[in-house]
């Protein structure tokens, strides 16, 4: 990879509220806040789906993001672990994810806006099951800004 830096670790969790409210009392950490909406994505065979996404990262570093359930698609809870993928910011998405298709990493999904792909962000599996995900690093102030901040009460 280009550059490696850890930016965050996703857990699929079947209750994105209790689950915050869990590691809030468990770990000390405070979370920012609920960010949800469509997701428009691309498969690895090339099909363009969209899901309902509802996720919420911890305010400071190294940063947790819990990522509610969705059956039938990659975000889904297991018997052995929810640890679903390791984060790392990416000055150059494109070379990022070749260079993992080139590891034996496939890449498994990617984000898309229109038909513009892959675009912000790539999900490759590795050999052991664990999903490795590039950000595109352009996305870092916007997503520490707005979305790694301390929840809003009135919310």
Do not use: K
């Amino acid at each position: 990879m280009s550059r490696s830096e850890l930016f965050h670790v996703g857990i699929v969790v079947p209750d994105l509220e209790l689950a915050r409210d869990h590691y809030t009392a468990v770990l000390g950490v405070v979370f920012g806040p609920i960010v949800e909406g469509p997701m428009e994505v691309r498969d690895a065979e090339g099909n363009d789906l969209v899901f309902p996404h509802r996720v919420s990262y911890t305010t400071t570093p190294p940063y947790l993001e819990l990522i509610e359930e969705m059956p039938g698609t990659i975000w889904v809870c297991n018997e052995y672990s929810n640890l679903h993928h390791l984060g790392y910011w990416s000055d150059d998405l494109a070379g990022d994810a070749h260079a993992m298709t080139a590891a034996r990493c496939p890449m498994e999904l990617h984000a898309r806006t229109g038909l513009q792909c892959p675009e912000l962000w790539i999900q490759h599996r590795d050999r052991f099951g664990v999903r490795i995900e590039m950000i595109d690093l352009a996305l870092q102030p916007a997503m520490e800004q707005h979305v790694c901040r301390p929840a809003d009460p009135a919310q």
